[in-house]
C-alpha cells in the first residue's frame, strides 16, 4: 500500500472519528442523555463467503492443468483441488450512541478459512514410463481487523429497530499454504522413481478495508438486544511475506524468506498459459513467465453475523 492511500485513508479515518465526535457533543446537549450510557458492547459470529484471490485462481488453473495433462496422453485425473469458499467470521466491537438515530463502533474480530484437498492424473505416455502424480494441499486463510464504523438506525417498533452501516477497517492477514507432492514413475507395474516433495509456506500482510451493510435489532430487555447482520466487506491484502520450508527426495531440509508472487507459466505438452504461485526472495525474473506480480489475499465478500449488544452501565 503506497504513502498516498495511507495518508487518505487516514484522513477519511479521522474525519469520520472526529466528526462523529462532534456530532456526540451537539446531540448530547440538545437531548441531555448520560454519557455513560451511551456506551455498549456488541459479541457476533458467523459465516462468511469469500473471493480469496489468487490461492482459489491457482487451484482452480492447477485443476485444469491436470484434466489437460490426463486427456493429452489418454489417461485418468484423480480427485479435484477444493477452493477456500466458506469461513468463520466474529467480531466484538465497543458502541457509542451518539442519538437515537446515529450510533459509532469501534471493534475487532477474527475471519478463518481452511481447506484440504488432493488432485493428481495417471498417464502413460508413449515411450516412456508410465507417471502417478498426487498433489495435495491444505490451506488455511485468517485476518485480525481493526475497525471503526457508523451506524444510522431506523426505528421499526417499541422494541426493534433496522440499521444501516459503513465503515474502513485495518486487516493483519495470514496464510499457511502446506502441500504434498508425489509422482510415481513406473515401468511394467514396478516402480522405478518414487519423487516426493513438501512444501509449506508461513506468511503475513496487512492493509485496508472497508465494509457496509443492514441490520435488525430486537430490544430483549434496555441493556440486552438481539443482533442480525449481513455485510459486504472489500479488503484485498498484498506483498505476503514470511519463510517457506522445503523438503525434497534426496535433499536436505531448506528454509528461506521471501514473498508469495502469482504469474502464468506455460505449460510445454498441452501448449497452455496456467495460474502459478511461486515463493522467492526477490520478484521472479524469467522469459517463460508473463503477467508477474505480488500474489494477493481477497478477504473481500459476504457474511451474515447473529449476536448480542449489552450496555454496559
Known sequence: MGIKNIKRQATIFFLLFFSSVFLAGIT???????????????????????????????LESENQRHIDRAQYFNGLKKGELKKIRFGFDSEVELTFDISSRLRIGLGTGYVYGRRDSSSGFEVSPPGFYDVDFTFSPRISISAVPIKLGVYYILPFSSKATLFINAGIGYYFAKTNFYWKEREIWAEDGSPVFDIREMVEWDLSSKGSGYHGGVGFEYNFTRNLVLVIEAQGRYARIKKLQGDEIYVGTGYAEQNYYGAMYYFEKKNLITDKYYSCLGFYKEKPDNPEYRNIRNAELDFSGFFLRIGIRIRLF
Open 28 to 58: 448530547q446537549a440538545g437531548e441531555r442523555l448520560n454519557f455513560i450510557q451511551r456506551f455498549g458492547i456488541k459479541i457476533s459470529s458467523g459465516l462468511s463467503y469469500l473471493t480469496v484471490g489468487d490461492i482459489n485462481t491457482f
